[in-house]
């Protein structure tokens, strides 16, 4: 009997031992937490009267796709139906369409067009969510063992489900970037400074930055924190700082061979890998690379001294090359632009706009991201692997200051609090275990869980702002039908022309029609922005003379569209004030509505 407790014992030791072993495997553990978000957001999503995400970039995106898909060639970037005559030069990747395009291309074997689609932009986005997933599990279990891997899983988890960039539809490339990001702090995540590592976070650096510009900030902040890692561990360092520098050199060239056409080399954008970019990270890249091969054995002094070097050879390069990269790309975009459109832009908004129009939802904003912060300055002034949090704290801090700006840095700055908060609540967690009596450490430990996710700061913020009672409530928000398929139908069938529209219905008006629209919300557009809006503006007689030079064949008006009610209030004397009254000009004939539709079509008949 002794023996056969003994033998039932030791095999549930084992069997716990198992499971307590396949719940520390990063890949496995992550797969599971996938899973069950993934389940998630198919459920919240399967109302979706749209396959397309709801965000212009996205409907921009699938368009882009199509044209790809189409025959327009790989160095192609023009959208030739968007702005003026000759169209406009976008400043997307093709490392985002490809994909896309061949998910398209292979549901196409056996779906019909549309079908294929709606089954590629569905699968797109939710195939994502493992990477991340992966990679925020392996950056927790690297700072806080396996206690912090699970925590970092489920405050991602949470992050991914209170997010529309993992959804069904959504194929802006900001998914993506959310992944590399978290690759790069889960590789300089290692403590052991193994060189493959920081090799593999060197390519992630690249293909952000061969993505879009909007992580050039961060991506500059890493090669920073590597560098300085160099600096100040010398020949320990050395061999991550190798394999870093050298695959960051040829992974940046790479993706501006990959992307930029040949006639383009010479030419500097700061919305894109260009040579401005290009040129700024492979001197950084090269110098870096050098001192490791030859500094490495100096003294911490000199060391510091040529990353002083280093920096101002990257400096200078940048004055050199493109100086103008190192202010805001939309600062020379015109004031009737910036009033009507990019102050409109809910990501485009400050901490000071947000503060003044909705302060309910700083927190959710910036809060966990500030709390992240501290804690990383708390533990180095407290001496505790000071290096790793110093490259927490530039990593998060470059987010949350961008936040400051415009707060779509904010995603960003939230993914990257995760670490931190999931060090600290894997500290809190074995505090409450080791004293299970203890309350005041469980009290501290709850709430702590609860500051460390953004959307209880947006609830707390709307209960603030609006009662428990009226935040629960549903209100059903009629708003006008300005950019459905069904609002396109009028012009749908029509031969291709040229649309005057405001800038929100332009994407969905390449995606439903095949004419070409003025105006796009893309800062590439200006000249056809500002067109279609001085049409707008304009007193009728005058709007003529707009339409005429312009080419336009067909006019949009919708009286319930954001822009167009701005313009009415401008100009009441306006074409779309009198559009608006019901007072159509002689050169603009009706064209039957849509059953349910706000939007009323205009052919444009100019007057002899």
């Given at each position: 009997m002794a023996q056969t407790l003994t033998v039932t014992r030791g095999a549930a030791v084992t069997a716990q031992t198992e499971v307590s072993s396949l719940w520390s495997r990063p890949v496995l553990v992550a797969l599971i937490?996938?899973?069950?978000?993934?389940?998630?957001?198919?459920?919240?999503?399967?109302?979706?009267?749209?396959?397309?995400?709801?965000?212009?970039?996205?409907?921009?995106?699938?368009?882009e796709v199509r044209d790809f898909l189409g025959g327009q060639g790989w160095f192609d970037m023009m959208q030739y139906r968007l702005g003026l005559d000759g169209g406009t030069l976008m400043h997307w990747s093709r490392f985002i369409d490809l994909p896309i395009a061949s998910l398209i291309a292979f549901f196409r074997l056996f779906l019909a067009p549309e079908s294929a689609e709606a089954a590629a932009l569905t699968v797109w986005p939710l195939m994502l969510v493992l990477p991340l997933m992966v990679f925020m599990g392996l950056a927790g279990r690297r700072i806080a063992g396996v206690e912090g891997m699970h925590f970092s899983l489920i405050l991602t988890v949470l992050f991914v489900l209170t997010?529309?960039?993992?959804?069904?539809?959504?194929?802006?490339?900001?998914?993506?970037?959310?992944?590399l990001v978290a690759l790069t702090v889960?590789?300089?995540?290692?403590?052991?400074?193994?060189?493959?590592?920081?090799?593999?976070?060197?390519?992630?650096?690249?293909?952000?930055?061969?993505?879009?510009?909007?992580?050039?900030?961060?991506?500059?902040?890493?090669?920073?924190?590597?560098?300085?890692?160099?600096?100040?561990?010398?020949?320990?360092?050395?061999?991550?700082?190798?394999?870093?520098?050298?695959?960051?050199?040829?992974?940046?060239?790479?993706?501006?061979?990959?992307l930029v056409p040949?006639?383009?080399?010479?030419?500097?954008?700061?919305?894109?890998?260009?040579?401005?970019f290009y040129g700024i990270t492979s001197v950084g890249g090269v110098g870096l690379l050098l001192s490791a091969l030859f500094a490495s054995r100096l003294s911490r002094p000199w060391r510091l001294a040529v990353l002083a070097a280093n920096g101002t050879a990257v400096f200078a390069t940048t004055l050199v090359i493109a100086p103008q990269c190192l202010r805001n790309p939309l600062a020379d975009l015109d004031p009737m632009l910036v009033q009507l459109w990019l102050s409109k832009v809910s990501e485009a908004q400050s901490i000071f706009s947000l503060a003044h129009h909705q302060p309910e939802t700083l927190g959710a904003f910036y809060a966990t991201g500030l709390l992240a912060m501290i804690l990383c300055i708390v533990r180095m002034l407290?001496?505790?692997?000071?290096?790793?949090?110093?490259?927490?704290?530039?990593?998060?801090?470059?987010?949350?200051?961008?936040?400051?700006?415009?707060?779509?840095?904010?995603?960003?700055?939230n993914l990257l609090a995760i670490?931190?908060?999931?060090?600290?609540?894997?500290?809190?967690?074995?505090?409450?275990?080791?004293?299970?009596?203890?309350?005041?450490?469980?009290?501290?430990?709850?709430?702590?869980?609860?500051?460390?996710?953004?959307?209880?700061?947006?609830?707390?913020?709307?209960?603030?702002?609006?009662?428990?009672?009226?935040?629960?409530?549903?209100n059903a928000k009629e708003t006008a039908d300005c950019y459905s398929k069904q609002a396109?139908?009028?012009i749908a069938g029509l031969a291709p022309g040229v649309v005057s529209a405001p800038s929100n219905m332009g994407s969905p008006l390449l995606r439903f029609t095949p004419h070409r629209t003025l105006s796009g919300p893309y800062h590439r557009d200006p000249d056809g922005m500002l067109t279609e809006l001085h049409i707008g503006l304009a007193e009728p007689k005058e709007a003529e003379a707009f339409l005429r030079g312009a080419h336009v064949t067909l006019l949009a008006f919708c009286p319930g569209d954001p822009q167009t009610e701005e313009v009415v209030k401008l100009k009441p004397e306006g074409l779309y004030a009198q559009l608006g009254k019901g007072q159509v000009p002689a050169y603009l004939e009706a064209i039957p509505a849509a059953a349910k539709s706000d939007v009323r079509f205009f052919r444009f008949k100019p007057l002899d």
């Open positions: 937490y996938t899973l069950f978000t993934i389940v998630v957001l198919l459920i919240f999503n399967r109302h979706a009267m749209d396959y397309v995400g709801p965000d212009n970039d996205d409907i921009m995106r699938l368009v997010s529309r960039r993992f959804l069904p539809g959504s194929i802006d490339h900001d998914n993506m970037q959310l992944g889960a590789m300089l995540a290692d403590g052991s400074y193994r060189p493959r590592n920081f090799a593999i976070a060197a390519i992630a650096l690249a293909v952000a930055l061969g993505i879009g510009a909007e992580t050039t900030p961060f991506v500059a902040v890493a090669c920073m924190a590597v560098a300085g890692l160099w600096a100040w561990d010398g020949e320990i360092f050395a061999p991550a700082a190798r394999a870093f520098a050298l695959t960051l050199t040829i992974a940046v060239s790479a993706a501006f061979l990959a040949p006639h383009l080399y010479s030419t500097v954008t700061c919305d894109n890998l260009s040579l401005g407290r001496g505790k692997r000071v290096r790793l949090h110093a490259v927490l704290l530039a990593l998060v801090s470059v987010n949350w200051i961008i936040a400051l700006v415009q707060v779509r840095g904010a995603e960003f700055s670490p931190p908060l999931a060090i600290l609540l894997a500290e809190l967690r074995r505090i409450c275990a080791a004293d299970t009596k203890n309350v005041r450490a469980a009290l501290v430990y709850i709430v702590a869980t609860l500051l460390s996710v953004p959307a209880v700061w947006a609830v707390a913020g709307a209960f603030a702002k609006n009662g428990i009672a009226d935040s629960l409530a549903v396109f139908a009028p």
